[in-house]
Each structure stands twice: as structure tokens, then as C-alpha cells.
């Protein structure tokens, strides 16, 4: 139903900045938001950021200040701004839509972000 291609992960050092994006295509008429989240080795699949259709966004209280999403609706695709970068923010990155009214989820592949000390 809807395809996600993520792109923008790598390696920075602390401090640095990274931008992550998300296309997304098929039934995108669906779409209710699409957003961010990120896995750690042995740890969960946690919220980064989400924005809906009307521009309301919601940030995990670890990123509020240094991380930003936005979204280019002409182009369906979402964007996440990383600035001020901390080795724990490194993990798995995954693009996430919610779907329909009952908010179904499709992932992207996820992208790995390396922050070194």
C-alpha cells in the first residue's frame, strides 16, 4: 500500500549535524502522519518525532531543542533535522506513516546514525 525510501544516515561526531529523509509512495492518500523513530541495540523502537497532515509535530523529550521534523507535501516527503548530536542518539532510524482511521503503521528499512565521542 505505501512504499518508504529513507536516506541521509551515516557517521558524524559529537556535535555534528545529520538530515534524514523519507519519500513516500503508493496510497499515499492515507496518510495521517509520518515521522521518526529509532532503535538501539537491545532496546526498544522508541518515537523520535511525528507530524500530521495539519503541521502538529510531537518530539521524544531527548531530542525537544536539538532535532526538527518537517514535511514537503508536494513532494510526500518527511524530513528530520539533527543537530547537536550526542553518541546516544545513535541507533537504527526508521521512517514510520500511519495509515487510514485506524492509524495502521508501515515502516521504512531504517537507516543507521553513527554519533562517535
Known amino acids: 500500500q505505501v512504499q518508504l525510501v529513507e536516506s541521509g544516515g551515516g557517521l558524524v561526531q559529537s556535535g555534528g549535524s545529520l538530515r534524514l529523509s523519507c519519500a513516500a509512495s503508493g496510497s499515499i492518500f492515507g496518510i495521517m502522519a509520518m515521522g521518526w523513530y529509532r532503535q538501539a541495540p537491545g532496546a526498544q523502537r522508541d518515537l523520535v518525532a511525528l507530524i500530521t497532515t495539519t503541521g502538529s509535530t510531537n518530539y521524544a523529550d531527548s531530542v525537544k531543542g536539538r532535532f526538527t521534523i518537517s514535511r514537503d507535501n508536494a513532494k510526500n516527503t518527511v524530513y528530520l533535522q539533527m543537530n547537536s548530536l550526542k553518541p546516544e542518539d545513535t541507533a537504527v532510524y526508521y521512517c514510520?506513516?500511519?495509515?487510514?482511521?485506524?492509524?495502521?503503521?508501515?515502516w521504512g528499512q531504517g537507516t543507521q546514525v553513527t554519533v562517535s565521542s
Open positions: 514510520n506513516v500511519k495509515v487510514g482511521t485506524l492509524l495502521r503503521n508501515y
